[in-house]
């Protein structure tokens, strides 16, 4: 596929641009708008990756749900508030450095590994092994999954109950 | 591209949510910190899943990203009811385990 | 039937413990009191059958019951069991009697005792029985130790039994730390001889020492710690400042262990092992004139108490004394013989003197006279003993006094020979002062009325007849064996036969005892010698047996200086130095955890923080792994 580095380079600087605006974006719900553009454009790395149905429950669960949510909390908070919150950061210089360390350090180390350079071609349906792996083998994690979602949504609304 | 090209793609990823989780000051700014650090492990399992040619890698990461759901739904529960108790969301109020 | 001495011996031994058992874990039955005094009689009882059998049956045989308790490389280092032969044997019929008859006396004598103190009473009393027994039947020295500290133990408790008398807690605490002392000889001996001979058994050791096999280098000094053992326990001259003040206890405990037979384990040990003693004659000389020393020393003192108890815990150091003097002269059978004897009428004094005073509810010798017409029984059987004590012939005390004459004079013992005959004459004179003081002359009557008042509105009186069994059986015994020996006279052989003592000796040993009678009647009865110009014509060593001859003076100024003086010095270091380095310490930890507490901020995102530095340190290690 000719075009993969080309489409890779555009959805890095998306990604990237648009994590570090969500880190550093004074307004929290501009923050939680770039969040949605960086959830994209996870999604579009797995279309790359050829993961049609990760990149579709990816744009449904994070960029539909979990928006949604963090923009509910942010106008409940803020009615609460009574103002707008904006929000600074702390401590840039030495995050900074730790953080940029950190990927400096990552990166050389993968560079140097001698890992695949090209990937196989899909075999079948991915859809469908993901479907059959679930429902067979991973059976048991996925039945706890739902019994945790269960507990989740219980644990939300009794923490956000309304006070009596 | 290379194995190598997405991990270093995720990597960044990971570093600037780490970035964002020490340096927000409000509670909801590190939840998003937190959110950019998962969604980078999810382009990593992807990324070995479909490299290596196995197709766990991919039901993990939908097992990952419903447990993210999960956690982000009850992060934001958790920092309402802390607004409620403490009337503030910045982190730096929060500082009752000091020593 | 059994027939085994050794059987019937651990029988004997193990009643008493049972009783013990009993009493110290049933609690209740141990705080009704009389219940628990009747049976731990019972069992004393018991006991004194089996012992009684053994010693028929024994004759010269000797049983050994063994049972091995340490093991040690391969081997067994030491054993329990029993050792049962004639001197054993015998000397267990006499605990077994004594512990018998003093409990049954005991019921009597201490009535007024509320019920959960008696339980306890007899429960120590089953103890002592049991440690005694097992200290005389040892068949090793381990056991022997272990059982003469237990006893060493129970004489603490009885002594203390009042333990709300300040005097009777220290009494108690005196007699065990002063006992103690000498133990730690004991325990030294014991351990050099081990290393010497390779075993604790008093069987093979005995093989040994008479095969020669006993190396002779050191020994006098193993000899010796072993004696300061027995210097502790049987209150020789200087250790002996324990046993008058051990009086504190009641009185039966007083003639079962400080007269008949804790303090004469000293005694036995050294009679045990006399064979190991005979291989070191400079020891024995030494044993010899600490002996007749004591002897002296504690008759000089009996001669100037008021106190009824104490003038009898003198006169039984004086005994000590003698019997150690024979043993030192190389005739040990002469001073056990003396042990049994002295158990029979010592124990048989101090319950005469129990007696009285449970009747005048006084010690002291100016608060009693007249007695002899009130209580009549108590007198006929204390004048056995005394006589027995002086060594008149016919009664208990005679023969084996003799025979302890004799065997210091031909040792060639000259010295201690002629310290004992003084004392001969001293003990006659002080045991009949007190019989003249306490049983004859006028009654004090003016105490007993103003102290005793309308509880005891009656006169003094024998005591209940749980009390004056015992008396008499003692009495009959201490006769029976005066009368029999004496009778037999000549046909008693407690040695080989040159040494027994010249043919003049008898008959002034017999004179002196009578001239101190002669003395003490001519004071204290007829009053033709006037007490006080007799006690001035002794100004000098009466002021000093006053003062108890500063002994117990210089033990305390020795306490007060040396023991006190080290005390304040470790004192010192310890609190300034020890303690000054912790506090020190102490205070910089507290510093260093203040200085370091800042690092917890509470905030989450500061340990955030320290995770992602972390994880940097983490991976540049692995960077240097990998480069």
């Known amino acids: 596929m000719i075009g993969e580095p080309i489409v890779f380079w555009v959805l890095t600087v998306v990604l990237v641009g648009s994590a570090l605006a969500v880190v550093l974006s004074k307004n929290l719900f501009h923050a939680v708008l770039w969040l949605a553009l960086a959830l994209t454009g996870t999604a579009g790395v797995f279309l790359l990756l050829e993961a049609e149905f990760l990149a579709a429950v990816q744009l449904l669960l994070y960029a539909g749900g979990v928006v949604t949510i963090v923009v509910f909390a942010i106008v409940v908070t803020e009615r609460l508030v009574g103002e707008r919150i904006t929000q600074t950061n702390r401590r840039i210089t030495g995050a900074a450095l730790v953080a940029f360390t950190v990927l400096a350090l990552i990166v050389s180390t993968v560079v140097r590994q001698p890992l695949a350079s090209a990937r196989p071609a899909v075999e079948g349906d991915l859809t469908r092994a993901i479907g059959e792996g679930v429902l067979t083998r991973y059976v048991l994690p996925f039945e706890l999954l739902a019994l945790l979602m269960v507990a989740a949504l219980l644990g939300a609304i009794y923490f956000a109950r309304p006070d009596e | 591209m290379s194995l190598q090209a997405y991990l270093t793609l995720a990597a960044a990823v990971f570093c600037i949510g780490l970035f964002g989780v020490m340096t927000r000051r409000n509670t909801i700014g590190i939840l998003l910190g937190i959110e950019l650090m998962l969604n980078a492990v999810n382009i990593n399992l992807v990324a070995f899943a479909r490299f290596g040619g196995d197709v766990t890698g991919l039901i993990f990461t939908v097992f990952t990203i419903c447990i993210t759901v999960s956690e982000a739904a009850l992060g934001l529960a958790i920092v309402i009811l802390l607004f409620r108790v403490r009337r503030t969301v910045t982190a730096d109020h929060l500082d009752l385990l000091r020593g | ?627």
């Open chain 3, 1 to 627: 039937m059994m027939t085994d001495p050794g059987l019937l011996a651990l029988v004997a031994l193990l009643l008493p413990a049972l009783s013990f058992l009993v009493l110290a874990v049933a609690a209740p039955l141990r705080r009704l009191g009389r219940p628990a005094a009747w049976f731990s009689i019972l069992c004393a009882g018991g006991s004194l059958a089996a012992a009684v059998q053994a010693w028929a049956a024994g004759g010269d045989d000797v049983s050994r019951l063994l049972w091995a308790w340490l093991p040690a490389g391969g081997g067994t280092l030491a054993s329990v069991g029993v050792l049962a032969d004639a001197d054993s044997t015998l000397m267990l019929t006499l605990v077994a009697l004594v512990a018998f008859l003093v409990q049954l006396y005991s019921v009597g004598y201490l009535s007024d005792e509320p019920p959960p103190g008696l339980g306890r009473y007899y429960t120590y009393q089953s103890l002592f029985a049991f440690s005694m027994m097992a200290l005389v039947l040892a068949p090793n020295f381990v056991q022997l130790f272990i059982a003469w500290e237990l006893v060493g133990l129970c004489s603490y408790l009885l002594i203390g039994f009042w333990y709300q008398k300040p005097e009777a807690a220290r009494a108690a605490t005196k007699a065990f730390w002063i006992t103690k002392a000498g133990d730690v000889g004991l325990l030294i001996g014991i351990v050099l001889l081990w290393r010497q001979s390779g075993t604790f058994d008093f069987f093979e050791l005995r093989l040994l020492a008479e095969g020669g096999a006993l190396p002779l280098a050191g020994l006098s000094l193993i000899t010796f710690c072993i004696y300061l053992g027995a210097v502790g326990k049987s209150a020789q001259f200087p250790l002996h400042v324990w046993l008058p003040d051990a009086m504190e206890g009641p009185t039966p405990v007083s003639a079962l262990i400080h007269a008949a037979t804790m303090v004469t384990a000293g005694v036995y040990l050294l009679t045990r092992t006399e064979w190991l003693f005979a291989l070191t004659p400079e020891v024995l000389a030494v044993v010899a004139w600490i002996g007749a020393f004591t002897a002296l020393l504690a008759a000089v003192l009996a001669c100037v108490q008021d106190d009824i108890k104490r003038v009898l815990a003198y006169s039984t150091v004086s005994q000590l004394g003698y019997m150690m003097t024979a043993i030192g002269a190389g005739l040990a059978a002469a001073g056990f013989f003396h042990l049994l004897t002295h158990g029979l009428f010592k124990a048989l004094l101090f319950l005469g003197a129990g007696a009285v005073i449970h009747a005048v509810h006084s010690n002291d010798l100016s608060h009693m006279g007249g007695l002899a017409r009130r209580m009549p029984h108590t007198a006929i059987v204390f004048l056995v003993g005394t006589l027995s004590l002086a060594g008149i012939p016919f009664f208990g005390g005679f023969l084996s006094k003799e025979e302890i004459l004799g065997a210091v004079w031909a040792g060639g013992f000259v010295g201690p020979f002629l310290l004992l005959m003084v004392v001969a004459l001293l003990t006659a004179f002080y045991m009949f002062r007190v019989v003249f003081l306490a049983f004859f002359g006028e009654p004090a009557t003016a105490h007993i009325t103003a102290t005793v008042g309308a509880a005891h509105a009656g006169h003094p009186h024998d005591p209940p007849a749980s009390m004056r069994v015992p008396l008499w059986i003692l009495a009959a015994m201490s006769l029976g064996v005066g009368i029999s020996s004496t009778m037999a006279g000549q046909m008693l052989q407690f040695g080989p036969a040159e040494r027994e003592g010249p043919a003049w000796l008898m008959p002034s040993a017999v004179g002196v005892a009578l001239a101190g009678i002669l003395l003490a009647w001519l004071t204290y009865q007829r009053r033709t010698i006037d007490a006080s110009s007799l006690a001035a014509a002794f100004g000098p060593i009466r002021r000093a047996a006053l003062a108890r001859f500063w002994i117990d003076d210089i033990f305390e100024g020795g306490y007060r200086v040396g023991l006190l003086g080290f005390s304040r010095a470790v004192g010192w270091v310890d609190r300034y130095l020890v303690d000054g380095v912790l506090n020190a310490l102490s205070a910089w930890t507290l510093t260093a955890g203040d200085d370091v507490r800042g690092m917890q901020t509470g905030r989450a995102q500061d340990y955030v923080y320290g995770v992602a530095v972390g994880l940097l340190v983490l991976l540049l290690w692995v960077q240097w792994v990998l480069a």
